[in-house]
């Protein structure tokens, strides 16, 4: 199963400057209480991205087109299809960006774990518009900002409509 996990502005903005828009330790925990134990697949800069890398006790992949770039604790693929192959049967993969990767794999994903915050940011990034024709959100859970993380948000489960 593939599944796309994404934080979005209220602009579908994902990012800036190679950094999320913001910190949320809530949408972290729900991040890594999602993936563990799983693969995460990502693009060449979000990987530059991660303060700590690989993100521990899951399988870290990364797509670059550099034939020769080698990363530890990461296995390197040169093409979305590259990657695919590399995947088990029955292995959960979760698509956790950048910009790139999301467009690559948005066709291919079965469900998006999406986190609206709900506030506007300055961005260079962004997350493809969500088609209501092909996906059907069938969880909202919403969030109010604390001391700790200062937005409001909602955890929003979308699954791919059957055709
Ligand atoms: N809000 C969120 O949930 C979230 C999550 C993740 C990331 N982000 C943000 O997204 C931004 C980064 O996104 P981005 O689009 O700039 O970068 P990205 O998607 O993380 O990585 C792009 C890189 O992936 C490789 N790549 C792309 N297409 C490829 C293909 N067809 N075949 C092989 N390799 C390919 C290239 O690496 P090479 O240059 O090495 O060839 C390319 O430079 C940052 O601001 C980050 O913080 C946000």
């Known amino acids: 199963m593939i599944h796309i996990i994404v934080a979005i502005g209220n602009q579908g903005e994902i990012g800036y400057k190679n950094q999320l828009l913001c910190h949320l330790p809530a949408d972290l925990k729900h991040f890594k209480e999602l993936t563990t134990g799983h693969t995460i697949l990502m693009g060449r800069k979000t990987w530059d991205s991660l303060p700590k890398k690989p993100l521990p006790n899951r399988r870290n992949l ?33 698509i956790i960006g950048g910009e790139q990767i999301y467009q690559l794999f948005v066709n291919k994903a079965d469900k998006i774990h999406l986190t609206h915050i709900l506030a506007d940011f300055e961005a260079d990034a962004f997350f493809p518009k969500i088609n209501p024709e092909e996906w059907y959100l069938c969880e909202e859970v919403p969030f109010e900002k604390d001391e700790k993380n200062p937005y409001n948000f909602i955890f929003q489960t979308f699954i791919r409509k059957q055709k």
């Not at 604790?73 to 979760?94: D, Q």
């Open 62 to 94: 990364v797509i670059s087109r550099n034939k020769d770039l080698q990363l530890e604790g990461a296995e390197v693929f040169a093409s979305p299809e590259e990657a695919l192959k590399n995947i088990g049967i029955g292995e959960e993969v979760f």
